[in-house]
C-alpha cells in the first residue's frame, strides 16, 4: 500500500536527518523564534467564498514526473502573482521529489501563508516546518494514531501553526473531530488504487459541522469542478498537477476561478 511505502521512506528520512540536527536542537532553534497564534491561514479561509491554495509539485506516485525542471522561487512568485490564496509544497523527496530547500524558497518569496504538504509522523518535521517558516502543516489521519493525531495538533497549536487534518471517509472524520480539528482536508485521491472522485467531498460535506472549515484536495481540473465544490460550500481547494502543468498560471488560475472564455 502506498501509505505505507510513503511513512516508512519518511521514517527513513527523518532518522538520518536526526543525525545531523537531533529533536533538542531545532526545539532550541525554535524557542528562540517569536510565536503568534493568530492563525492567518485560518482567518484568510473564514473569508467569504472559495479559496486557492496551489502546490509545487513536481512528481508523484500516481503521475511520476509532473514538471521537475522548475525555479521555485519564479513559481511561487507567479502563484502569487496570479492570485493564490496560500501555496503547498510537498517536500516529499524519494516519490515527490520536494524539499524543505523548496519550502523555504517559497517562504522567502511570497507573502502568503505557505504549507508544508509532507507526511507528518513525527514532531520533528513539526520543528522543521516551524524552523523553515511554514505556517501550516498536513496531519494525515490515515498514517496516524489517535494518541499520535492529538500530540502532534497540540504541538503545531503551541508553536502558532495550523494543522489541516487529512481524511478520506467518515470515521477519519471521526477521528479529526475529535481532536477538535478546525481545518479538514478530504483529499479526493484513493491513496490505495489513485482513483480520483470529486464525489468523496460531495459526500463527506455533511459530516464536517459548521465552523470547521473545509478543504478539498485534489482531482480539480476545471471551474465546473470549481463550481460543483462551490455549491456544497467548501471553504478552500488545494491544486496541484492543474497549476503546474499550465504555462500561463495567471490564465490557468483564473480560468478555475470564472471559466475558461470558450468553456
Ligand atoms: O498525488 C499523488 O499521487 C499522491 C499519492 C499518494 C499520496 C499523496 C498524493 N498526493 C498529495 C496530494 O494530496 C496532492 O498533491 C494534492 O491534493 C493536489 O492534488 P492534484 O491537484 O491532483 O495534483
Known amino acids: 500500500m502506498i501509505l505505507d511505502d510513503l511513512t516508512a521512506a519518511t521514517r527513513k528520512r527523518v532518522a538520518k536527518e536526526k543525525e545531523q540536527y537531533s529533536i533538542f536542537d531545532l526545539q532550541e532553534r525554535v524557542a528562540k523564534l517569536p510565536i503568534k497564534r493568530d492563525f ?3 482567518k484568510m479561509l473564514r473569508e467569504p467564498g472559495i479559496h486557492f491554495i496551489c502546490e509545487i509539485k513536481r512528481a508523484s506516485p500516481s503521475k511520476g514526473d509532473i514538471k521537475t525542471k522548475i525555479n521555485v522561487a519564479t513559481l511561487a512568485n507567479d502563484y502569487e502573482q496570479a492570485g493564490a490564496d496560500a501555496i503547498s509544497v510537498l517536500t516529499e523527496p524519494e516519490y ?15 507573502d502568503l501563508p505557505v504549507l508544508r504538504k509532507d507526511f507528518t509522523i ?4 513539526i520543528y522543521q516546518a516551524k524552523l523553515t517558516g511554514a505556517i501550516v502543516i498536513l496531519l494525515i489521519v490515515a498514517t496516524l494514531t489517535d ?16 494543522a489541516i487534518i487529512e481524511v478520506h471517509n467518515a470515521d477519519e472524520i471521526k477521528r479529526a473531530l475529535k481532536v477538535n480539528a478546525r481545518i479538514i482536508g478530504v ?16 459526500n463527506l460535506r455533511s459530516l464536517v459541522p459548521d465552523g470547521v472549515l473545509f478543504i478539498s484536495e485534489s482531482g480539480i481540473k476545471n471551474h465546473s469542478d470549481v463550481a460543483k465544490l462551490e455549491r456544497i460550500g467548501v471553504n478552500g ?8 502543468l499550465a504555462n500561463d498560471k495567471q490564465r490557468q488560475l483564473a480560468d478555475l476561478k470564472n471559466g475558461a472564455a470558450d468553456d
Not at 97 to 110: I, S
Not at 147 to 162: K, M, V
Not at 237 to 244: A, F, N, P
Open 40 to 42: 492567518p491561514f485560518e
Open 96 to 110: 515527490f521529489k520536494g524539499t524543505l530547500a523548496d519550502l523555504k524558497t517559497t517562504v522567502n518569496q511570497v
Open 122 to 125: 513525527d514532531p520533528y518535521m
Open 147 to 162: 494518541e499520535q493525531l492529538q500530540t502532534y495538533f497540540d504541538l503545531a497549536n503551541q508553536l502558532g501553526l495550523s
Open 187 to 202: 483529499n479526493n485521491r484513493n491513496l490505495k488504487n489513485f482513483t480520483v472522485a470529486m464525489d468523496t467531498s460531495r
Open 237 to 244: 481547494v488545494l491544486v496541484g498537477e492543474t497549476m503546474m
